[in-house]
């Protein structure tokens, strides 16, 4: 079901080859920025989990697919991985294509490729700017992915987004996917407010509203309330809302072994640590390597 049957996101967004951009009015894109912080504020667990596991693999050349305003992008150019960031929302990519033009002196940044892709036709678009070269990993991080809601019902756009995420990849190459725990969401109808990825230094509140049809939950939508007011460029409490699509964990589970084939090495956390030691986590982060043949 199409969130605008029921839901109206306050980014009214526009079409990109099927995917809504939520961010289209710039506004989001902007208060999103202040939410997230910048590259000094990852919390140093999240940055030593991607990071760690990386360099464990010998990545080089990592994808990051859901780059926003370039904030993972950049904590991976400082750690001295090649990195391809894609967007496909124009107005998140201003952010990013800013923040390379503010650090040109840095020879670091000299390789930081940033283009505008879709995830449904991600590899082909991947190629028209990079011919002939498969990643080491692929990351979309921050629960990205469940902005793809499921227009045809049956999650195909959704599926043959995670084909693109493997076609991308090398033999043995690594993809890192997560989403919030959308479980325990439709359980008790809530959000935690922390993130386990940012240190957000302003107030934050989120409201959460589950669509349900025919006894199923179709649609996530969360209300961002930030309250950013003494930084001269935001005068008032800023609101926006975000639709998403409610990944179940064991059935984008199968989805992730689908896409990847039955040698694919998948490994599942809960905000980072080993799934099983949190009790109720945020989030959901999977972790498949490609199978080398």
């Known amino acids: ?3 605008d049957k029921v839901f109206h996101s306050r980014s009214e967004g526009i079409p990109s080859e099927g995917v809504r951009d939520q961010y289209a009015d710039g506004k989001a894109a902007r208060i999103w920025k202040k939410f997230i912080g910048d590259s000094n504020q990852r919390t140093q667990n999240y940055k030593d989990f991607l990071t760690g596991l990386l360099r464990q693999h010998g990545c080089e ?17 400082d750690e001295g991985f090649k990195v391809v ?13 800013k923040a390379r033009w503010e650090k040109r002196k840095n020879p670091k940044y000299d390789e930081w490729v940033i ?9 082909r678009d991947i190629q028209s700017f990079l ?7 692929v990351i979309c991080l921050g629960n990205s992915f469940a902005h793809l ?3 045809s ?6 599926k043959t987004a995670l084909s693109n995420f493997a076609k991308c990849l090398k033999p043995g190459g690594l993809l890192f996917i997560d989403h919030r725990n959308y479980d325990a969401m439709i359980d008790s109808g809530a959000t935690p407010g922390n993130s386990i990825y940012y240190n957000c230094k302003y107030p934050v509140d989120i409201k959460t509203s589950v669509l349900v049809v025919r006894g199923k939950p179709e649609l996530v939508t969360l209300d961002y309330c930030i309250d950013a007011t003494e930084d001269g460029d935001i005068n008032d409490r800023s609101e926006f809302r975000l639709c998403y699509y409610p990944h179940k964990l064991g059935k984008f589970t199968e989805m992730l072994d689908e896409a990847f084939g039955k040698n694919a090495k998948h490994e599942i956390y809960g905000d980072f640590l080993p799934l099983g030691k949190v009790k109720t986590p945020a989030f959901y982060i999977h972790v ?6």
Not at 131 to 137: I, R, S, T
Not at 153 to 158: F, H, L, P, R
Request: charged share 25%.
């Open 153 to 158: 019902g049956d999650q195909s756009e959704q």
């Open 115 to 123: 283009e505008e892709a879709n995830w449904e036709t991600l590899h």
């Open 61 to 77: 050349r990592v994808l990051d697919a859901a780059c926003g305003t370039g904030i993972d992008s950049m904590m991976l150019v």
């Open 131 to 137: 011919p002939n070269v498969q990643l080491d990993a």
């Open 288 to 293: 498949l390597q490609k199978p080398k043949n």
């Open 85 to 97: 960031s894609v967007d496909a929302s124009d107005k998140m990519l201003k952010h990013a294509l």
């Open 149 to 151: 809601l499921s227009e």
């Open 1 to 3: 079901m199409s969130a």
